[in-house]
């Protein structure tokens, strides 16, 4: 009944006329709170999205994770791979603001632009959550306007990649200096779309910057809409109701609450909307996972008998095809997720009496008749929890299911107070370095993204034998050697890799799939 009242909505809202000025604006829910759009604190994708519009950095991503052109447009990397010399484009020009006391309220951006946003991103007093970014950065200085040189400490393959990060992107002294910390809401930057208004958990609203230096491959300037304009409706059936009604362009998550209006199992469109929606997906740099804190007080977390249990206990396959309608990739390997060299190495596949085997050994091992593990999950993957909790349950484990809103889970797992939890880990920078980091030792949280605490001296070895290679096959088969250690050792339950999906209505064209899920808008057409 309800998808009945979604369409009837739908179809009537979808025949009223725009106009001319509303065709050219592109809307889409946040659900979540925008804290800042300052890009040293980019570290989510709510902040990252909008700051991708405002800003720009050296170098950037394409849709095939190859590194492009930015304000840089070219650059010379030493034969020792430590150094790099970027020469920068002479027509980028910041956003207009009276601060800049020139004749046309802007300036160009030139080497010490640089220079200064990699001394504030480093700046203790900033306290970017980017800083890390530059951690490997042993100098950086402007040889003149156009040329910026950047120093290594130590050979690292993925810096190109980490330089894509909006962490990185430039921003002009003179502005930042005149807000202090509210530059967070008065962002001045370099990008397609230039900062007009913001009601803060209300709407934000981007215009289109006429000055923007790229084209398109007729020589069309860049971008084609004229405004983006973004909502913060936190609940989810809310924001689905706005774009059956057509206020909203885009949506961007499968929620459970509206998942079965708009697909069927196999992950296709329904009928009733085939003639009003399309869906853009693709591959997705994210796993979903359950980790376990090998620190743990409780007995059973810390026993790979039941970690592995865990792990051959449930189909991953049918728990996509039913709670995932078809969206995602089972993970049946590593924690490398497809898509990226070294993906690949062997996993788990579902084995229901391989399972019980190692409960009933775990059992008669430690004298324990009733092992209980607890996972701590947000709401939004309850369904999941609850699944996999059914199927232990059949096999002889217990699973209790602690449910949180997600601050509390990040805090938590951040702090090891979680025995076990939900996470995702979506890919930073495009290469299976920034996955494995996560089980590096030297990486414990709270002082690096090691929330499982994992370590092993054979696993860090060849983590720091791989930032000397640089050829990517060889690479490869270091980084399947640490996936198939940590595989053996089940630190973790992979779950699926995920994959993009988004659905926009017709009349929306050149909105692509991004790896990463980073939402660039500057190639978008709506008409």
Known sequence: ???????????????????????????????????????????????????????????????????????????VVSEDTKTYTFTLRDDVVFHKHAQFKTADSTRKVTALDFVYSFDRLKDPK???????????????????????????KKEFPAFMGLLTMRYCSVVPKEIVEYYGND??????????????????GVKLVLRKNYNYFET??????????????????????SEFLQFAQGNLDMLNSLDPSYKDELLTATGKLKDNYKDQVKTITGPFL???YLGFFLESSSKEVRSPLLRKAINYGFDRVKMIKYLRNGIGEPANSGFIPKGLPGYGAKGFEYDPVKARKLIETYIKQTGNLNPIISIGTNSQYLDICEYIQRELGKLGLTVNIDVMPPSTLRQLKSTGKLDAFRASWIADYPDAENYLSLYYSKNFTPGGPNYTHFS???????????FKISDIEKRKELYQKMDSILISKAPFVTLYYDQVIKFVHKNIHGLKANPQDFLVLKHVRKD
């Open 286 to 288: 994210n796993t979903e």
């Open 126 to 152: 900033v306290a970017s959550p980017g800083s890390w970014v530059l951690s490997n950065v042993e100098t950086y200085k402007a040889v003149n306007d156009s040329t910026l040189v950047i120093k290594l």
């Open 456 to 466: 092993n001296e054979e696993f860090d070895q060849l983590y720091e034998e791989s």
């Open 1 to 75: 009944m309800l998808w009945a009242i979604f369409f009837v909505v739908f179809s009537s809202c979808n025949s009223e006329k725009n106009t001319k000025n509303e065709l050219k604006v592109f809307r889409y829910n946040e659900h979540y709170n925008v804290a800042t759009l300052d890009p040293a604190f980019a570290r989510n994708p709510p902040i990252i999205w909008p700051t991708n519009q405002l800003f720009n950095g050296l170098v950037q991503q394409d849709d095939s994770l190859n590194i492009a052109p930015d304000i840089a447009k070219s650059w």
């Open 216 to 237: 398109d491959e007729n020589r069309v300037k860049l971008p084609y809409l004229e405004a983006v304009a973004i909502t913060f409706l936190p609940d989810k059936q």
């Open 183 to 200: 530059f967070r809401k008065h962002p001045i930057g370099t990008g397609p779309f230039k900062f007009k208004r913001w009601e803060e």
